[in-house]
């Protein structure tokens, strides 16, 4: 069993920067893929970025790609998004999620077997 807490969510200008952590319990985080998702009001759960449980692997989604990094602190047992050049259309409520040994299809919300309650994000214009 993972719990998920997701942080660093908040209200910023278009074109500023956020970083978002996820801090998972237990002591097996390392074993662990990890991904971002994102909810908008009226809009499905989408993903944003994942990375393999051996961390040699990272993905994004179009939209973020070049703006968003997705990294991890094994040491921490956080992963991080951090978020770029933002703009109002990121504006939504953000999801880490979680997969013991996942290394492909990470993109999917079917994927995942943990989920944090989620952080907002609004980007005013």
């Known amino acids: 069993q993972v719990q998920l807490v997701e942080s660093g969510g908040g209200l910023v200008q278009a074109g500023g920067s956020l970083r978002l952590s996820c801090a998972a319990s237990g002591r097996t985080f390392s074993t662990y893929a990890m991904g971002w998702f994102r909810q908008a009001p009226g809009k499905e759960r989408g993903f944003v970025a994942g990375?393999?449980?051996?961390?040699?692997?990272?993905y994004y989604a179009d939209s973020v790609k070049g703006r968003f990094t997705i990294s991890t602190d094994n040491a921490k047992n956080t992963v991080y998004l951090q978020m770029n050049s933002l703009k109002p259309e990121d504006t939504a409520v953000y999801y880490c999620?979680?997969?013991?040994?996942?290394?492909?299809?990470?993109?999917?919300?079917?994927?995942?077997?943990?989920w944090g309650q989620g952080t907002q994000v609004t980007v005013s214009s």
């Open positions: 990375v393999s449980w051996r961390r040699d692997s990272t």
């Open positions: 999620a979680a997969r013991r040994f996942g290394s492909t299809l990470l993109s999917s919300l079917n994927a995942y077997d943990y």
